[in-house]
């Protein structure tokens, strides 16, 4: 069985040589890997072939199989994520503060990489790619550890990134797959002290709460996305409609997407006609408490275990509520931190919502679906934070550093 001690040592390794890399080779590294995925696309399809296959067979529902499944188009965009990567400004070696003490020290406090960074994901194998490269631009080695649905197509990608970036004059211990999808291959990761410093997983929330729960390594906890849409009483109800059927049904699948939404009383009768005529066009399925039910009969009585559930799919809950304060209050209990929003023409409601909902991202009179580092200015990201320690929302390069001070002297003692 692999080592993951030994991809640990090898990580730690490679994380000092690309510590002291430049600038101009890491993004030849980065330039050498988007033309990698665009010559060898038939290539990595074939793998995810093999993937899709034994993911039809092994029972994955569709939603799951969007996610794993690559295309040339899909291939071209990770491609297109690598080359925004290589544009971005270096984010290693940036002064963020300086002074000259009274005795003659110059300090500074510049940023430098986190190091060696793991990250433990699902059945998205575009992950691999865009981890890779946004940790490698950050100046740090990575361990990639995706899961049994993808690794056929993990493996392909990631030996084509590895030849890559030797290309380049980079170590290939820069950029590691952990090749065994057991459990026991996850759980030897999330416990590699004294090599990896941090772990970011992303995935569904078993993943998550696994991680946690278990890992011994610094973790960023990421990717839970029980996101809510509140319908005010004083919303504009066709724009409500239009962000509920985008924030559920552009991609159900993905953290971002609406997963429960709360109607006030006064307008949930018009509210959920106009929601629901939308949400029929996708056969999305409602699970409504007793008020909504009564209001869309069709609807199927949702359960407690409901308002907590990221379905990843064409499911929403619905819920009525007789105040914004109800609706508060229900986001702050079965909510995940992630993206919330209030569609309102009332300016108090929004400043309200604004201040008491505690997330990631909270919007007004926008869909969810753009908690998003591309969407946000920020180009490509590893994941969406919804910790407040280090780093909140998505995470882009800047969040993949660490700082370190820089002290000058000429000899002073203390």
């Not at 056929?152 to 999808?181: F, H, K, W, Y």
């Given at each position: 069985?692999?080592?993951?001690?030994?991809?640990?040592?090898?990580?730690?390794?490679?994380?000092?040589?690309?510590?002291?890399?430049?600038?101009?080779?890491?993004?030849?590294?980065?330039?050498?890997?988007?033309?990698?995925?665009?010559?060898?696309?038939?290539?990595?399809?074939?793998?995810?072939?093999?993937?899709?296959e034994n993911g039809k067979a092994a029972g994955l529902s569709a939603s799951l199989l969007d996610?794993?499944?690559?295309?040339?188009?899909?291939?071209?965009?990770?491609?297109?994520?690598?080359?925004?990567?290589?544009?971005?400004?270096?984010?290693?070696?940036?002064?963020?503060?300086?002074?000259?003490?009274?005795?003659?020290?110059?300090?500074?406090?510049?940023?430098?990489?986190?190091?060696?960074?793991?990250?433990?994901?699902?059945?998205?194998?575009?992950?691999?790619?865009?981890?890779?490269?946004?940790?490698?631009?950050?100046?740090?080695?990575?361990?990639?550890?995706?899961?049994?649905?993808?690794?056929?197509?993990?493996?392909?990608?990631?030996?084509?990134?590895?030849?890559?970036?030797?290309?380049?004059?980079?170590?290939?211990?820069?950029?590691?797959?952990?090749?065994?999808?057991?459990?026991?291959?996850?759980?030897?990761?999330?416990?590699?002290?004294?090599?990896?410093?941090?772990?970011?997983?992303?995935?569904?929330?078993?993943?998550?709460?696994?991680?946690?729960?278990?890992?011994?390594?610094?973790?960023?906890?990421?990717?839970?996305?029980?996101?809510?849409?509140?319908?005010?009483?004083?919303?504009?109800?066709?724009?409500?409609?239009?962000?509920?059927?985008?924030?559920?049904?552009?991609?159900?699948?993905?953290?971002?997407?609406?997963?429960?939404?709360?109607?006030?009383?006064?307008?949930?009768?018009?509210?959920?006609?106009?929601?629901?005529?939308?949400?029929?066009?996708?056969?999305?399925?409602?699970?409504?408490?007793?008020?909504?039910?009564?209001?869309?009969?069709?609807?199927?009585?949702?359960?407690?275990?409901?308002?907590?559930?990221?379905?990843?799919?064409?499911?929403?809950?619905?819920?009525?509520?007789?105040?914004?304060?109800?609706?508060?209050?229900?986001?702050?209990?079965?909510?995940?931190?992630?993206?919330?929003?209030?569609?309102?023409?009332?300016?108090?409601?929004?400043?309200?919502?604004?201040?008491?909902?505690?997330?990631?991202?909270?919007?007004?009179?926008?869909?969810?679906?753009?908690?998003?580092?591309?969407?946000?200015?920020?180009?490509?990201?590893?994941?969406?934070?919804?910790?407040?320690?280090?780093?909140?929302?998505?995470?882009?390069?800047?969040?993949?550093?660490?700082?370190?001070?820089?002290?000058?002297?000429?000899?002073?003692?203390?």
């Amino acid at each position: 069985m692999q080592s993951i001690v030994n991809l640990g040592i090898n990580a730690k390794s490679a994380a000092r040589t690309l510590a002291c890399a430049g600038t101009q080779v890491k993004n030849k590294a980065l330039e050498n890997i988007a033309a990698s995925l665009r010559a060898n696309a038939a290539q990595i399809v074939a793998a995810n072939d093999i993937d899709i296959e034994n993911g039809k067979a092994a029972g994955l529902s569709a939603s799951l199989l969007d996610r794993l499944r690559l295309n040339a188009g899909r291939i071209e965009g990770m491609a297109a994520g690598v080359d925004e990567i290589a544009l971005a400004a270096d984010p290693v070696g940036n002064v963020l503060w300086g002074q000259v003490r009274p005795n003659g020290l110059k300090i500074s406090k510049v940023t430098v990489p986190l190091g060696v960074i793991a990250v433990i994901f699902e059945a998205r194998p575009n992950v691999t790619s865009d981890a890779a490269a946004l940790c490698l631009k950050a100046g740090n080695a990575v361990i990639l550890r995706g899961g049994k649905e993808a690794i056929n197509s993990n493996t392909a990608i990631t030996a084509l990134m590895r030849d890559a970036i030797t290309d380049a004059g980079l170590p290939a211990g820069c950029i590691q797959l952990v090749e065994d999808t057991s459990r026991e291959s996850a759980a030897a990761l999330m416990k590699l002290n004294g090599y990896v410093d941090v772990l970011i997983p992303r995935g569904g929330a078993g993943l998550i709460r696994s991680v946690v729960e278990n890992a011994t390594v610094p973790v960023i906890e990421t990717g839970v996305g029980n996101c809510h849409v509140y319908i005010d009483r004083d919303a504009d109800l066709d724009m409500a409609a239009e962000i509920v059927f985008n924030a559920k049904t552009s991609r159900p699948s993905v953290c971002n997407a609406c997963e429960t939404l709360l109607v006030h009383a006064d307008v949930a009768g018009e509210a959920l006609a106009k929601v629901k005529s939308r949400l029929d066009e996708k056969n999305v399925e409602l699970r409504g408490d007793k008020r909504t039910c009564a209001i869309l009969p069709g609807s199927i009585p949702a359960a407690e275990d409901d308002w907590y559930r990221e379905y990843g799919d064409y499911i929403l809950a619905v819920k009525v509520v007789d105040s914004i304060h109800e609706a508060i209050d229900h986001i702050a209990r079965y909510g995940s931190g992630h993206s919330e929003c209030i569609v309102t023409g009332s300016y108090a409601a929004s400043e309200q919502f604004q201040a008491q909902v505690d997330a990631a991202a909270v919007y007004v009179n926008a869909s969810t679906r753009y908690t998003d580092g591309g969407e946000f200015g920020f180009g490509a990201e590893i994941g969406i934070s919804t910790q407040k320690l280090h780093a909140r929302g998505p995470l882009g390069l800047m969040n993949l550093l660490s700082e370190k001070y820089i002290v000058l002297g000429s000899g002073q003692v203390r």
